[in-house]
């Protein structure tokens, strides 16, 4: 079940969408932030953060999880909208696709990595787990 601010999150970039615009990431936060409302976005300003409102793109997944609503959102780049048609929304699935298939080839080249070092049949002193576990005193 989708939460206040996740509706009013996906209500304006629905709305926003259907009169043909693009939902900027500081829109989102401006509509909804932590001055009025408790569970409000939080806008971080700080030059060594990536993401100022990591609670958006969090919500963002919430809601295209939610079988509350039947349309998907497109994020790219800190923005957002309804994608417009099924084709749009297989792009964008594919991009998640894609993603995904490099992880899984980085897991098996480690994988491949590990089985020819040996590192597979490590088997690390237990008083060297104690001791990094704080247990050793």
């Not at 409102?53 to 309804?82: L, M």
């Not at 994608?83 to 995904?100: C, S, T, V």
């Not at 020819?116 to 704080?134: C, K, S, T, V």
Request: with cysteine; hydrophobic share 35%.
């Amino acid at each position: 079940m989708l939460t206040s601010r996740q509706k009013a999150t996906y209500e304006l970039i629905k709305k926003n969408s259907l009169e043909g615009k693009i939902t900027s990431q500081r829109q989102l936060y401006e509509n909804y932030p932590i001055s009025e409302h408790k569970d409000g976005y939080v806008w971080n300003d700080s030059p060594n953060t990536h993401d100022n409102c990591s609670r958006i793109w969090s919500d963002i997944v919430a809601i295209n999880f939610s079988e509350e609503v039947d349309q998907i959102i497109v994020a790219k780049n800190f923005t957002y909208k309804i994608a417009k048609d099924k084709q749009e929304a297989e792009q964008f699935a594919n991009y998640y696709l894609r993603g995904g298939l490099r992880k899984l080839k980085r897991y098996w080249q480690i994988v491949k990595k590990i089985k020819l070092d040996g590192q597979g049949a490590f088997l690390p002193d237990i008083r060297f787990i104690e001791a990094y576990l704080g247990g050793d005193k």
